[in-house]
């Protein structure tokens, strides 16, 4: 007899049979009497292993993340499991590719193998799935889920990148992005569009193309903006896959980085130290990051879930390269 014979008899997840049968607060009675009356009925017995570990938890933590070929999610998944282990909790990781489908599976199954807590990446769904009786903690992006979460200032980092363009002197700046609905891509957004207004520049439909984090977007982005018949002289890129779109792109349209287009970037991959041009970018402090997530997940994993949700905001750093300058000097004559 299993968990999944017992989950198709009451008709609940198997994430809820699980905790109700463990004890879980967070099971409602009526919940919890109609599967232990089926899990007796049908003679369902508990590991001997399973049993051992209810006292003190499974010393497990579940990472759902939407991505592992990005470099920057593989850094913090690496981050996070270093600062979990040393805490001496194990570390079950799933990737759910922006699915939301495969997100939901995730937390039943981390649910049923009664993780202590998760740290997730949440998948472009508008309505996400409910938290599943054990801490959780948003990473990165954001959903309406109530739970602690810790993010970067997306929107100050925009806006640093976008103003330094304009203090050279750029007023035609186009926004290469990946999805509306992620929270990231809307904070972005609108630290551009603050940075733009500063100086009085009405921002242009045609110059904010968004659509998904890949090199191949990165390069379709570009072939659209320099087909506009004004192109814009700066880009402001919201990842490094659009990054290498958008270099590869430039060097086959014949564009010289930075002379005949500047361009900056979010995140800071090591690899922007070695192109040509080196490429001027906004940090995200992924240590630190990955520490207070890790730091809130302890928190409600030893003194419970009774506590209003906390949100952290982590400050980033712009590092200075060399692939933004002044416009072309026919630009800036027309501009002025």
Known sequence: MSLKQIARETGVAMSTVSRALNGHPHVDEHTRAR???????????????????RGSGTRTV???????????YARTVSMLQDQLEDRGYGVVLAVTNNDANRERA??????????????????????????????IVE??????RDCDKVCYDEADGAYSLVTYLTELGHRSIAMVGGEASYSTTRRRAAGYQRALND?????????????THSREW?????RRLMALPEPPTAVFASSSELVLGLL?????LGLQVPHDLSFVAFGDPEWYEVVAPEVTSYEQPINQ??????????????????DAPTKVVVQGRVMMRNSAVQPPEKVRKRSQ
Do not use: C
């Not at 990472?63 to 470099?71: A, G, Q, R």
């Not at 769904?125 to 009786?133: N, Q």
């Open 35 to 53: 599967v232990q009356e089926v899990a007796d009925r049908l003679g369902y017995r508990p590991s001997v292993a399973a049993r051992a570990l």
């Open 62 to 72: 579940g990472v759902v993340l939407p991505d592992m070929m990005n470099h920057f």
């Open 106 to 135: 995730a937390l039943d199954r981390l649910a049923a193998a009664d993780v202590d807590g998760i740290i997730i990446v949440p998948s472009i769904v508008r309505l996400p799935p409910k938290p599943v009786g054990i801490p």
């Open 139 to 144: 990473l990165n992006r954001e959903s309406s």
């Open 199 to 211: 100086v009085g520049v009405e921002m242009r439909p045609e110059w904010q193309q968004i659509r």
């Open 218 to 222: 990165g390069a379709e982005a570009l």
């Open 248 to 252: 590869v792109e430039a060097r086959r």
């Open 289 to 306: 990051t990955a520490s207070i997530a890790v730091q809130l997940l302890a928190n409600r994993m030893s003194q419970g879930t009774q």
